[in-house]
């Protein structure tokens, strides 16, 4: 965990740029458990992280959003306990967490805290907060918008309900999830992350309607891969930019008399932005033009328009970079290097932003070449490592029974 409270700005002992795969942590964990605790896990649970094709800056607006859950994940090996703690040895972070559930208290910003936060949120819901020991690692790149850490939260959530016997309701263990970022760990962030990674759909994005939480399913089109651009920058959520955004369209919002810049329209907006100040146009011309790229991208998806598809992410970077002033020297970069390369259909940054990822559409055929040739290029205009890989659409936080069960 770094100081600014994300889980992990450093990486794991995972190779950079290739995962090991979801095989290779379960069985991680399942051996330091038995080393550890003796005798082997009752259950292993898993939740991915993901990446957003398109809809940035959207969620805490009320707004749409499109991501993916990845095969990249968190697994958590476990066994309930009689005692009612809770025991966690990280393999990532080389630690050991030991809390009892009724007295949890923040005392930092180590990745522990997203353990602490999901049993005082399951004990603010009403819900029992059982104890269990186990051993978690991850193959998710920490600090680069893949949502490492909604995958520390949803994972634990699976972990609490498999060792208490509480049903698994998608939904609302995302709006617990979410109230783990904004209550305990201070990021006042939207429901995206909780919801893909509780919910995901292998093959599919999901359109989220983050009001409602209505989500509809959105096929990959055929022939097309995801490909994730690491840029080696990272830059944390807590006390940087990211409440400022939130705020500005807060009072966007206000000035256009709606509960959340989602209510207006295109039309809405033009007609009526004039009294804003320049900056707080900007915030809310990409929110309010996002939500509209969002919803057309999920209907090309729905009719297997890849380039209409990567037009509207290349139109939603150039809306983060010169509207929301969300990307960074390193994320353009890459983004135009993607975007010159054969077989790719468009590009943007994905995440937060300020540094991280970016997500390119390529040709399945082309994938090998695209991510060999902009790791090339990248390092020669940056002197940065850039990690590309190539992401399936993967299925939510899930649990299966362990060797002891």
Request: glycine share 12%; aromatic share 6%; charged share 25%.
């Amino acid at each position: 965990m770094s100081r600014s409270g994300r889980a992990g700005e450093r990486r794991s002992g995972t190779p950079p740029g290739r995962g090991a795969g979801a095989a290779g942590v379960r069985e991680r964990v399942e051996r330091e458990f038995a080393e550890r605790f003796g005798g082997a896990p009752t259950f292993v649970v898993r939740a991915p992280g993901r990446v957003n094709l398109i809809g940035e800056h959207t969620d805490y607006n009320d707004g749409f959003v499109l991501p993916i859950a990845i095969d990249r994940e968190v697994r958590i090996a476990l066994r309930p306990r009689g005692d009612g703690r809770v025991v966690l040895r990280s393999l990532d972070y080389d630690e050991t967490l030991v809390l009892e559930p009724a007295a949890v208290r923040r005392t930092g910003a180590g990745w522990g805290e997203y353990v602490k936060g999901v049993a005082w949120a399951l004990r603010e819901a009403g819900l029992t907060a059982a104890g269990w020991e186990g051993v978690m690692a991850g193959d998710v790149p920490r600090g680069a918008g893949l949502s490492s850490s909604a995958a520390v939260e949803l994972a634990a959530l699976r972990a609490f309900a498999a060792a208490g016997g509480l049903p698994w309701r998608p939904l609302e263990m995302a709006r617990l999830g979410q109230r783990v970022e904004n209550a305990w760990i201070g990021v006042a962030s939207g429901i995206m992350d909780q919801t893909v990674i509780a919910a995901g759909r292998a093959g599919h994005a999901l359109l989220i309607d983050c009001r409602s939480l209505a989500i509809e399913p959105a096929p990959l089109p055929d022939g097309a891969a995801v490909v994730v651009l690491d840029t080696g920058t990272r830059r944390g959520l807590v006390g940087s930019a990211y409440n400022d955004r939130r705020r500005q369209c807060e009072a966007a919002a206000r000035h256009f008399g709606v509960a959340a810049l989602r209510d207006v329209a295109l039309d809405g907006f033009r007609e009526r932005a004039a009294g804003l100040d320049p900056v707080t146009h900007r915030r809310a011309r990409h929110v309010v033009t996002e939500n509209d790229r969002t919803l057309r991208a999920a209907d090309a998806m729905r009719r297997g328009d890849v380039a209409g598809l990567g037009r509207l992410m290349d139109a939603s970077h150039a809306s983060l970079r010169d509207d929301f002033q969300v990307t960074n020297a390193a994320l353009d970069a890459i983004v135009e290097i993607a975007r010159a390369q054969p077989g790719c259909h468009g590009a943007r940054m994905t995440g937060a932003g300020f540094g991280g990822c970016a997500v390119a559409l390529v040709d399945a055929d082309a994938a090998a070449a695209f991510v060999a040739e902009v790791g090339r290029r990248y390092a020669a205009l940056t002197g940065l490592r850039a990690e590309c890989y190539v992401c399936q659409a993967a299925d939510g936080a899930s649990v299966e029974k362990g060797p002891g069960a």
